[in-house]
Structures are given as structure tokens and as C-alpha cells.
T-cell receptor
């Protein structure tokens, strides 16, 4: 049972345009949602997060939108730059049965920003 | 933020052998996590390692296959035992903060079993 889904395995965008990466989830009990960027041969790097009580969080070129009724979030990157080319993972955080917090990851979307 | 160092960064191992991966954090953390990323797949949580107690394993992962040590608040090891080619993956160490408003990862260990 995949609780966090990224249905687009890849996305190609022209430099300077907007990149929109999407993520859907099934568990309404998730408290936070996070986006990570991963380059080859490196660990994931935290980008931005959003609390489940908010619908938008912005940090520079990165904005995350949360639609709780649709159980959907998206990451907007504008303007996109070639250095943004990486795999982007959506993750959700929630309490497990033992009260610990766990991160559940989507399968990732590979973004290519063309010069 | 936290700086996490993992060793080795990559290894090629013979089937049937074991590999121990080390994770060192530059600050004291309560909980450390071990993930696996199989080729083309997402990151899957293997276990949570708390200092001074047994690790908590996720469904599908067992202590005999993935023994974990957590001797202090800055260090943990994950052993991949009796390896088979299906264990070929990237293994990642992670630490979280609070309610996971952020989590930090090491650079990963790329394991190939031949």
C-alpha cells in the first residue's frame, strides 16, 4: 500500500519556466510534508516543508502548496535553473503506532531543466 | 542542520558475506534511521535506532538480516548480513528533528552484491 505517490517519474522544463512537481497521499493523519532533492551519488537534501494546518509555504524560488481535501501537494520552482535538475522526493511525516515519527517517501520525479 | 558522514561510500561484495555501514553525526541525536533505496525505487525505512535500546524494525526487515548498533548519541552501524544480489541498493542513514519538520541524510552507501 503506497501511502505517498508521485505519479510522474520524469519532467522536462525549459530554463526560466516554472517546474511543478506533484504528490498525492492517502493518509489524512500526516502532520508534515517535505520535499527533498537528490543528486546522483549524494544523499537527499531537504528543500522545504509544510505543516498540515497550512496551505502554502514559500522559500525563495520554491513554493509548496497543500490541498488537504484532495490529499495533494505540489512543489513549484520558479524560475527553473539547470542546477535544479535532480530527482525530487515528496515525503510525509506522521505518528506511528509506537508514537514515533516516521517519514514515508514517494517514488520520486526526475526533473530535467533544459538550458 | 546536521552533518552526517557515512562509510563506506560504496562497496562491491561477494554473496554470502556481510558488510557493516557506519554513520557518524556531528551532534547528539536521539533517533537515527536507516533507509534503503533499491534501483529506481523510493526510500524505504529499514529501522529506527535509539541509543540504549533495541532498534525498531519495519515490516519486511528483521534483525538477523540487518543488525543495528547504536552505542552512543552520535554513531550507529547497520550490517547487511549474508548478502545476496537482491541486497544491492543504496543504504542511507538519517536523523530527524522533532516532528520531522526536517530530516537530514548521509551521502549513502552504494552496495553491489555479486
Amino acid at each position: 500500500d503506497q501511502q505517498v505517490k508521485q505519479n510522474s517519474p520524469s519532467l522536462s522544463v525549459q530554463e526560466g519556466r516554472i517546474s511543478i512537481l506533484n504528490c498525492d497521499y492517502t493518509n489524512s493523519m500526516f502532520d508534515y510534508f517535505l520535499w527533498y532533492k537528490k543528486y546522483p551519488a549524494e544523499g537527499p537534501t531537504f528543500l522545504i516543508s509544510i505543516s498540515s494546518i497550512k496551505d502554502k509555504n514559500e522559500d525563495g524560488r520554491f513554493t509548496v502548496f497543500l490541498n488537504k481535501s484532495a490529499k495533494h501537494l505540489s512543489l513549484h520552482i520558479v524560475p527553473s535553473q539547470p542546477g535544479d535538475s535532480a530527482v525530487y522526493f515528496c515525503a510525509a511525516s506522521g505518528r506511528a503506532a509506537d508514537s514515533s515519527y516516521k517519514l514515508i517517501f514517494g517514488s520520486g520525479t526526475r526533473l530535467l531543466v533544459r538550458p | 542542520s546536521a552533518v552526517i558522514s557515512q562509510k563506506p561510500s560504496r562497496d562491491i561484495c561477494q554473496r554470502g558475506t556481510s558488510l557493516t555501514i557506519q554513520c557518524q553525526v556531528d551532534s547528539q541525536v536521539t533517533m537515527m534511521f536507516w533507509y534503503r533505496q533499491q534501483p529506481g525505487q523510493s526510500l524505504t525505512l529499514i529501522a529506527t535506532a535509539n541509543q540504549g535500546s533495541e532498534a525498531t524494525y519495519e515490516s519486511g526487515f528483521v534483525i538477523d538480516k540487518f543488525p543495528i548498533s547504536r552505542p552512543n548519541l552520535t554513531f550507529s552501524t547497520l550490517t547487511v548480513s549474508n548478502m545476496s544480489p537482491e541486497d544491492s541498493s543504496i543504504y542511507l542513514c538519517s536523523v530527524g528533528r522533532g516532528e520531522f519538520t526536517e530530516a537530514f541524510f548521509g551521502q549513502g552507501t552504494r552496495l553491489t552484491v555479486v
